[in-house]
């Protein structure tokens, strides 16, 4: 890998540490303040609210300035956040706010990696990211519920300045002012990301912006493999972006578990979640990406079978398998659709335009995991819904590239030859 690929993933793993440890502070904060049961998934389409709204305006912002100085500056809008919820905002506010500093930070992420590796090493390079991304997802969550934990929050409070009340009493306040340090370190490693090389293209007008965000919206459905590995991403996203939020209702119904206990639990998909990813970046080629679209299907009934978890025996190997299969399915699709987009528009725009479609994904499964748990609906019923709905929508997608390969079999055979060809470059 090149220079600086490493610094990349550094920033990259502090930062989305940090956003998850807040999630679960979050959480805490919500039921140490008896806040309606609704109020916790909504966590989860509040921080998706900007990365639909800015969509797009980020993906150009990405690529009007260098992306390292992108990185930071989102990073510090982070920090703002942060600190919205240690000094009183309502956390679903502060939550939003942060939201909005990663959904500055991801067209910059992962437009980088276009612009600094080959297309012969997207795919590793994807590898490395992702599962470096999904890995500080669980750990992230690990982390928070340590936090707040029965030994290191009361070890974080004890900590006190001399003549200075900080105003710091709870767990979860305590937690937040960790994971301060933490955006700040990977500010600090924003710093020191090189600049690639690629042109800089500047910023035009917001309605201009509109039109060409939706041109790019609409090109890369319109693109017979774009359109599917857009499709099969956004679904995986959707659905696991909510499931972070439904595994606390589930750890509690299924084991009695509490927010610290649940947190700690979703540390072992990091095992399977890594190996997975690490897997794909070495065994499948870009050309060759579609092939997983059939696994993702297991994915929806693997969902439905945590329904019958009811012992730590049984889900920790269980989630170890369900993080491996994810982690293999969503680094091959990926890197195929960022290669397509870098292809038809540029780094920057394709992964607002992908970010786009899997946080307004989030959105609207997140608004109707709000709306079952307001009429009454338990964890268990939401798990088997999201687990039916990604079963028949995969279903689906299979059929569709299997229809696009048949009816439009020149057209995939030149994207693919033109994937084979960069493949080697």
Request: glycine residues 10%; positive net charge; proline residues 4%.
């Amino acid at each position: 890998m090149k220079k600086g690929f490493s610094t990349i993933m550094s920033a990259q793993f502090f930062s989305s540490l940090a956003d998850n440890a807040l999630l679960v502070a979050a959480v805490e904060l919500l039921r140490m303040a008896k806040a309606p049961s609704w109020q916790v998934p909504a966590l989860a389409p509040m921080f998706a609210f900007f990365y639909v709204v800015l969509a797009p305006f980020v993906g150009a912002f990405a690529d009007s300035i260098p992306k390292g100085r992108v990185m930071f500056i989102s990073n510090a809008i982070k920090i703002v956040g942060c600190l919205m919820m240690l000094f009183g905002t309502h956390p679903l506010l502060a939550y939003a706010v942060v939201g909005l500093g990663a959904a500055a930070y991801s067209p910059a992420k992962y437009g980088i990696l276009t612009e600094l590796l080959p297309p012969s090493q997207l795919v590793k390079g994807n590898g490395w990211i992702e599962g470096l991304t999904v890995g500080s997802i669980v750990l992230g969550i690990l982390l928070g519920g340590q936090l707040i934990g029965p030994r290191i929050a009361p070890a974080l409070l004890g900590l006190d300045l001399p003549l200075v009340d900080t105003g710091v009493d709870t767990g979860p306040e305590a937690a937040i002012c960790v994971i301060v340090l933490l955006y700040l370190a990977a500010s600090a490693f924003n710093l020191y990301i090189p600049r690639t090389g690629a042109p800089l293209i500047p910023m035009d007008g917001a309605l201009h912006l509109v039109k060409d965000f939706s041109r790019c919206n609409r090109r890369l459905w319109a693109d017979k493999l774009g359109q599917i590995s857009l499709a099969t991403t956004t679904l995986l996203w959707g659905i696991f972006g909510n499931l972070r939020l439904i595994v606390f209702a589930w750890a509690a119904a299924a084991l009695g578990y509490t927010t610290a206990q649940a947190s700690n639990l979703a540390g072992v998909v990091v095992i399977g979640s890594v190996i997975g990813a690490v897997v794909a970046s070495f065994i499948t080629k870009l050309d060759r990406a579609t092939n997983v679209i059939p696994l993702a299907i297991s994915v929806g009934f693997l969902m439905i079978g945590l329904v019958y978890i009811d012992n730590l025996a049984k889900a920790v190997p269980f989630l170890i398998v369900m993080g491996a299969i994810c982690g293999f399915l969503i680094v091959p699709m990926n890197a195929l659709l960022q290669h397509r987009g870098h292809n038809l528009m540029g780094a920057g725009r394709s992964i607002a335009v992908q970010n786009f479609n899997e946080q307004a994904c989030i959105l609207g499964l997140g608004a109707l995991y709000v709306v079952m748990t307001r009429f009454g609906m338990t964890a268990f019923g939401a798990i088997i819904v999201f687990g039916i709905l990604v079963a028949v929508v995969m279903e689906f997608i299979r059929r569709w590239h299997r229809h696009n390969t048949v009816q439009h079999a020149d057209e995939i055979e030149h994207l693919l030859e033109i994937a084979r060809t960069d493949r080697h470059h």
